[in-house]
Each structure stands twice: as structure tokens, then as C-alpha cells.
């Protein structure tokens, strides 16, 4: 009902700045927010940054200052803008989506993207 897809990600140096992007589409939906988690190696999967509609933004402690989420409401897309990244910000990075489904109730749905790669080099 709700396909999400991530780009963007790849190889950086220690230092350097990195953008993946986050688009949702499919059938009608009402997005309430929009989430990147990571995975590192080994590790669980843990939130990263979030955003709701109305654009409030929080940030796990590990980012915050150095990670900056922006969404276009219009294409249903989430940019997450990494900067001074670090070889612990290594990880495939998820895109998760809580909408509402027009026509299915008023259930609120998690969609997730296949993930992208970052990996920064030290």
C-alpha cells in the first residue's frame, strides 16, 4: 500500500558530509511521521532522527548537532543531512514511515525502506 524507498548513502571520509533521502508513495495515506534508524554491525537497530508533520525534529544524543532531518511535505520526502561524520555512524540507515492508510481504518501503519549504506572511513 505504501512503498518507501531510500537513496543516497555511500562512502565517506571521517569529516565529510553525506545526505540520504527518504520517499514514500502509494495509496492514499496521511504520514505522521517520518523516522531513520541505523544498524550497525552486530548492534540492534536504533533511532537516529525523526520528524513529524508538522515538523517538530528530535535526534538521538549521538547526532545531535552533526545530523539535521528536513522533510518536502509535497513529494513526501525526508532528507537526513549528515555532517562531521564519524566511522561510528557507520551502518545501514532505515527510513520508517507512520501513516494512517485512507480506506483501512484508522490503524496507524509502519512501512519500512530497504535500507542504504554508510560507511565512513577513519
Known amino acids: 500500500q505504501v512503498q518507501v524507498v531510500e537513496s543516497g548513502g555511500g562512502l565517506v571520509q571521517a569529516g565529510g558530509s553525506l545526505a540520504v533521502s527518504c520517499a514514500a508513495s502509494g495509496s492514499s495515506f496521511s504520514i505522521n511521521a517520518i523516522r531513520w534508524y541505523r544498524q550497525a554491525s552486530g548492534k540492534q537497530r536504533e533511532l537516529v532522527a525523526a520528524i513529524t508533520t508538522g515538523g517538530t525534529t528530535n535526534y538521538a544524543d549521538s547526532v545531535k548537532g552533526r545530523f539535521t532531518i528536513s522533510r518536502d511535505n509535497a513529494k513526501n520526502t525526508v532528507y537526513l543531512q549528515m555532517n562531521s561524520l564519524k566511522p561510528e555512524d557507520t551502518a545501514v540507515y532505515y527510513c520508517?514511515?507512520?501513516?494512517?492508510?485512507?480506506?483501512?481504518?484508522?490503524?496507524?501503519?509502519?512501512?519500512w525502506g530497504q535500507g542504504t549504506q554508510v560507511t565512513v572511513s577513519s
Open positions: 520508517n514511515v507512520e501513516c494512517k492508510v485512507i480506506g483501512y481504518g484508522p490503524a496507524v501503519r509502519n512501512y
